[in-house]
């Protein structure tokens, strides 16, 4: 009798990538409860997965699991885990390479698939829809995530429920992300926030290490005169702040796909880099608001603002 246990999903790349997956990882965890789900990516992601589905981690990075990708033996607590697995998901490997040939010499027989992360240019549905389509070898897992897909767009994760947001809780700003390239000008982020405070609302500015590293100190002090800058240092930190949060207003980053798959009233801004149709935050609540960020005005974004947050006043 076959008494592996483990599920291993490997994951690396970005926040809102990996937000994506989570259907997957839910709909594993469903159709095998007797089993453990391990998410093997950057701890920090893993961290955040544990807390809010209550799945397992392993850290990708301290684990010895980079040496799947050469022909350096695991260390033994990876290679006992790895040999646990019946089901292996990998969204860091293809079909043919020396990462999925190492995999399946360690662990003989057990279901591995690999996941591709990059939709053709004409794909017409959402980037999760396209990890799901590829579970159509696995269709009890592809049916159960399209499933929890659903539930997502209805209701979120639910999760805010214990954690939910006070009758004043803030609008939560956060005008930075991975790629400038994706940002709305700061000051234009800088007037929303004094406009909101001017309206009687508690705000709430997020910078990263990104927007530390990259804005001068004098733009930092700015923001600070009209509202509260908060510095998440991990990503637990990050998620306390957005559960607190009445409404979530930032560009196309990981912190949006976070609030919106929460279930936090988001509103998300898109400029001509990134197709919301394809990376639209999941969640029941969240506007995207798309156009040239350069021509984008706070009018515009309050406006919005409105649709998911009727306390807003423009």
């Avoid at 004043?168 to 930075?176: S, T």
């Amino acid at each position: 009798m076959d008494t592996r246990r483990n599920i291993l999903i490997f994951h690396s790349g970005a926040l809102g990538d990996f937000i994506v997956t989570w259907p997957i990882a839910m709909a594993l965890a469903r159709l095998h409860p007797q089993s453990r789900v391990f998410y093997v990516t950057h701890g920090q992601k893993g961290a955040l997965a544990e807390r809010v589905l209550r799945v397992e981690s392993l850290d990708a990075e301290s684990g010895g699991w980079h040496r799947l990708f050469s022909d350096g033996e695991l260390p033994a607590p990876a290679a006992k885990t790895l040999a646990g697995a019946h089901t292996i998901l990998s969204f860091v490997s293809s079909p043919d390479d020396r990462w999925s040939h190492n995999v399946a010499a360690c662990v003989p027989g057990a279901n591995l698939l690999t996941i591709a992360t990059t939709a053709p240019a004409d794909y017409a549905g959402h980037q999760a829809d396209f990890l799901i389509d590829q579970l159509r070898c696995w269709p009890a897992i592809e049916s159960a995530a399209t499933q929890l897909l659903r539930s997502i767009a209805d209701r979120g994760l639910g999760a805010r429920a214990t954690m939910g947001a006070t009758a004043d809780a803030p609008v939560v700003i956060h005008p930075g992300g991975g790629a400038a390239r994706k940002w709305w000008a700061a000051d234009r982020y800088l007037d929303l926030a004094g406009r909101l405070r001017d309206a009687g609302r508690n705000v709430h500015v997020l910078l990263g290490e990104v927007e530390l590293d990259l804005w001068p100190g004098e733009q930092i002090e700015q923001f600070k005169a009209v509202a509260k800058v908060m510095m998440p240092n991990t990503l637990l930190d990050l998620l306390a702040q957005i559960y607190s949060a009445g409404l979530f207003i930032g560009n196309d980053s990981g912190p949006g796909h976070l609030a919106g798959i929460l279930g936090v009233p988001t509103v998300s801004l898109f400029g001509q880099t990134s197709d919301p149709q394809l990376w639209k935050p999941l969640g029941p609540q969240v506007k995207v608001l798309r156009q040239e960020l350069e021509s984008l005005s706070v009018d515009q974004v309050l406006d919005t603002a409105t649709h998911v947050d009727l306390r807003i006043v423009s």
